[in-house]
C-alpha cells in the first residue's frame, strides 16, 4: 500500500535525508515536501498517456460561448490534466481523434474545448489523488521528479539537481515503457524512443 508520505521519504532518501515521521512534519523538509509533491506528481501524470490515469468521457457543451472557425465549444473536463484526443460517441474515426483547440472561457475563468464534432467525447489525463492506484515504477518517477524539484531548496547544489534529473528521465522512461506495454490494442510505435516533452527540457 503506497501513501504520500512513502513517496515523499522515497524522495528525501534520494536527496540525502531521512524519512518524515508523519505527512504533516513541521520540518522544513516537510514543508518543502508538502510544497512540491502535487506539482510534481501532475507533471509526471501530464507527460504520458498514463493506463491508470486514462479516462474518456462525454464532454458538456457550453451553450455561452462561441468561437468562430468551431461548430461546438464544451466544458473543460474537471481534473483534466491533458486532453489526447477528441472522439464520437461510437469510437470510430482516425486514431489522432478530431481536431480541436483550446481556449479562454468568456469569462476567463476556465478552459473550452472547440471542435467540429457534435456529442464529443474527450480521451484525456486525469489527475490522480490517490497514490495506490499508481504502480510502482511510477511511484520512483514521481519520488525522482520531487528529488529534482526539492533538490537546490534543501541542497541548494546545482549538480544534484542535474543528478536527480537525470535519473527522473531514466525512470520515466523505463515506466512509460511497461505502461505502454500494458495494453491488448494495437498503436503505432514511436521508434525514437524519446518523449518530445522531455527531451525540449534536456
Not at 461548430?71 to 474537471?78: A, D, G, K, N, R
Not at 521528479?145 to 527522473?168: E, H, V, W
Request: aromatic fraction near 10%; proline fraction near 7%; include cysteine.
Amino acid at each position: 500500500m503506497t501513501d504520500v508520505l512513502e513517496i515523499y521519504n522515497l524522495a528525501l532518501l534520494k536527496l540525502g535525508f531521512m524519512p518524515l515521521a508523519s505527512e504533516s512534519a513541521s520540518t522544513r523538509e516537510g514543508q518543502v515536501c508538502r510544497l512540491t509533491y502535487p506539482a510534481s506528481r501532475d507533471n509526471v501524470l501530464e507527460l504520458h498517456e498514463w493506463k491508470f490515469a486514462h479516462r474518456i468521457e462525454p464532454l458538456d457543451l457550453d451553450v455561452s460561448a462561441s468561437v468562430p472557425g468551431w461548430s461546438f465549444c464544451y466544458t473543460y473536463p474537471i481534473g483534466c490534466l491533458r486532453i489526447r484526443k477528441i472522439v464520437p460517441s461510437t469510437g470510430d474515426g482516425p486514431k489522432s481523434g478530431a481536431p480541436f483547440a483550446l481556449f479562454s472561457s468568456p469569462g476567463g475563468h476556465e478552459k473550452i474545448i472547440t471542435t467540429n464534432l457534435e456529442n464529443a467525447y474527450a480521451s484525456y489525463t486525469v489527475r490522480i489523488l490517490d497514490p495506490n492506484v499508481f504502480p510502482r515504477s511510477v511511484v520512483d518517477v514521481i519520488a525522482w521528479k520531487m528529488a529534482s524539484d526539492m533538490a537546490i531548496a534543501l541542497r541548494g547544489d546545482p549538480k544534484i539537481q542535474q543528478a536527480c534529473y537525470t535519473n527522473f528521465l531514466a525512470a520515466f522512461r523505463m515506466a512509460s515503457g511497461l505502461d505502454a506495454r500494458e495494453d491488448s490494442r494495437q498503436w503505432p510505435s514511436d521508434t525514437s524512443g524519446q518523449n518530445p516533452y522531455l527531451e525540449a527540457r534536456g
